[in-house]
């Protein structure tokens, strides 16, 4: 028999396709999971049993949650990645690690095929296809729901049929959970004009009393909380992350421009993502010079936007990673962040780097290491040339 590796969350569609698979095409069935951070041990038992139920021939977890860190997350701090200003890139990322994960495992093994159960109307397609035909063009791809244009009750009488009968009850909300934050959608997501009630978000208020906290970076990196270092800097995240969700903190609506070129609207909360994003942009504002800020700007948006398209592997991605490295020398210290109900307030920080330095003066108070007639003299330098203009042409 022919092998499938079939990229498998234990959800309808990954269902459908591990049984449509073996009977239907006569392939052998490797169901494997990439876990980038997002699942607990209570789902990832419940994931594989799901998996052994359904007959694939062998079942695989992969845990590649330092992967993601090193190879996106960091980058996505360094550069203050949030898609149109808003959205930490948080599900779309994980897929490329995913995908990348996946293909690396149906390689290892000698897969002829490999699955996916994306549909035809969202962006992971596109991410699958593409990563999956860099990194394995010699592996056919298989996407059967996207292919069948099934509906959820088809598949579930499909399934029912093959005596499968796990509990697919449609839920009011998707919720997609991950290290990088949790997307939410539902009724709301699919209008313009409405938001996502409170009960629809998986964390809930249950924390009303201020707390301040102190998150330390070096070099960019995100590595500790009140004094305490982690070697783990996926750790690090887990623990803020637990500190700040029972205040419901990072909860937003995102709207944005699909792969496939349709609007997408889509709720979620990331309150460690948020917190490090602007608690890291706060001190870069101290320790970085002013055209280090803008280029970073520039080059961050390109880079997320990128990412988030699924282009991973365009070789200007290595490039905008060096340039993003390579800023973060002087990017350390200490930031102090009081976290409230919804809300989160950056208070300042502390840095060897700091340039705000009273040695060279306070702004609009104090100068120190200039003159009155040199601020005289720079005034008229600075802008001589708009003066010519006018004087030449109005």
């Given at each position: 028999?022919?092998?499938?590796?079939?990229?498998?969350?234990?959800?309808?569609?990954?269902?459908y396709s591990a049984i449509y698979l073996r009977e239907e095409m006569g392939l052998e069935v490797h169901a494997v999971l990439a876990d980038t951070g997002g699942f607990s041990a209570d789902e990832l038992a419940l994931i594989e049993r799901r998996a052994k139920a359904l007959g694939v021939e062998s079942y695989r977890a992969l845990d590649v949650a330092q992967e993601y860190y090193r190879d996106q997350i960091r980058f996505m701090v360094y550069g203050n990645v949030l898609k149109n200003g808003t959205y930490p890139i948080s599900v779309s990322s994980e897929r490329i690690s995913q995908a990348v994960a996946v293909a690396e495992y149906a390689k290892s093994i000698g897969a002829d095929y490999l699955c996916h159960g994306s549909t035809?109307?969202?962006?992971?397609?596109?991410?699958?296809?593409?990563?999956?035909?860099?990194?394995?063009?010699?592996?056919?791809?298989?996407?059967?729901?996207?292919?069948?244009?099934?509906?959820?009750?088809?598949?579930?009488?499909?399934?029912?049929?093959?005596?499968?009968?796990?509990?697919?009850?449609?839920?009011?909300?998707?919720?997609?959970?991950?290290?990088?934050?949790?997307?939410?959608?539902?009724?709301?997501?699919?209008?313009?004009?409405?938001?996502?009630?409170?009960?629809?978000?998986?964390?809930?208020?249950?924390?009303?009393?201020?707390?301040?906290?102190?998150?330390?970076?070096?070099?960019?990196?995100?590595?500790?909380?009140?004094?305490?270092?982690?070697?783990?800097?996926?750790?690090?995240?887990?623990?803020?992350?637990?500190?700040?969700?029972?205040?419901?903190?990072?909860?937003?609506?995102?709207?944005?421009?699909?792969?496939?070129?349709?609007?997408?609207?889509?709720?979620?909360?990331?309150?460690?993502?948020?917190?490090?994003?602007?608690?890291?942009?706060?001190?870069?504002?101290?320790?970085?010079?002013?055209?280090?800020?803008?280029?970073?700007?520039?080059?961050?948006?390109?880079?997320?936007?990128?990412?988030?398209?699924?282009?991973?592997?365009?070789?200007?991605?290595?490039?905008?990673?060096?340039?993003?490295?390579?800023?973060?020398?002087?990017?350390?210290?200490?930031?102090?962040?009081?976290?409230?109900?919804?809300?989160?307030?950056?208070?300042?920080?502390?840095?060897?780097?700091?340039?705000?330095?009273?040695?060279?003066?306070?702004?609009?108070?104090?100068?120190?290491?200039?003159?009155?007639?040199?601020?005289?003299?720079?005034?008229?330098?600075?802008?001589?040339?708009?003066?010519?203009?006018?004087?030449?042409?109005?």
């Amino acid at each position: 028999m022919k092998k499938v590796v079939l990229a498998f969350s234990g959800g309808l569609d990954t269902s459908y396709s591990a049984i449509y698979l073996r009977e239907e095409m006569g392939l052998e069935v490797h169901a494997v999971l990439a876990d980038t951070g997002g699942f607990s041990a209570d789902e990832l038992a419940l994931i594989e049993r799901r998996a052994k139920a359904l007959g694939v021939e062998s079942y695989r977890a992969l845990d590649v949650a330092q992967e993601y860190y090193r190879d996106q997350i960091r980058f996505m701090v360094y550069g203050n990645v949030l898609k149109n200003g808003t959205y930490p890139i948080s599900v779309s990322s994980e897929r490329i690690s995913q995908a990348v994960a996946v293909a690396e495992y149906a390689k290892s093994i000698g897969a002829d095929y490999l699955c996916h159960g994306s549909t035809g109307a969202g962006n992971d397609q596109v991410r699958f296809d593409m990563i999956w035909g860099t990194l394995a063009p010699q592996i056919p791809i298989i996407a059967l729901i996207r292919e069948k244009r099934l509906t959820r009750d088809e598949e579930i009488e499909y399934l029912r049929a093959h005596g499968v009968d796990f509990d697919f009850k449609k839920a009011e909300y998707s919720i997609n959970q991950g290290l990088w934050g949790t997307s939410v959608g539902g009724r709301e997501t699919l209008s313009s004009s409405e938001t996502l009630p409170e009960s629809a978000y998986p964390s809930q208020l249950t924390q009303a009393e201020p707390k301040r906290v102190t998150l330390t970076f070096e070099k960019g990196e995100f590595v500790g909380i009140d004094g305490r270092i982690f070697d783990d800097k996926v750790q690090a995240i887990r623990e803020l992350q637990s500190i700040a969700a029972p205040y419901a903190i990072g909860r937003d609506m995102h709207v944005g421009d699909t792969i496939i070129g349709i609007k997408g609207r889509v709720g979620f909360e990331a309150a460690a993502p948020l917190i490090i994003i602007k608690a890291h942009h706060t001190l870069e504002k101290h320790t970085l010079a002013k055209w280090q800020l803008f280029w970073k700007d520039q080059l961050s948006a390109f880079y997320g936007n990128w990412l988030h398209e699924g282009q991973y592997f365009d070789p200007v991605m290595r490039d905008l990673e060096a340039f993003l490295e390579s800023s973060q020398r002087t990017v350390s210290g200490d930031v102090y962040v009081e976290l409230h109900p919804y809300r989160f307030v950056v208070v300042g920080i502390s840095s060897p780097h700091d340039l705000m330095s009273s040695k060279f003066g306070a702004y609009g108070e104090v100068m120190s290491d200039w003159t009155s007639a040199d601020v005289e003299g720079f005034g008229r330098i600075f802008g001589l040339q708009n003066k010519i203009y006018r004087r030449i042409n109005e």
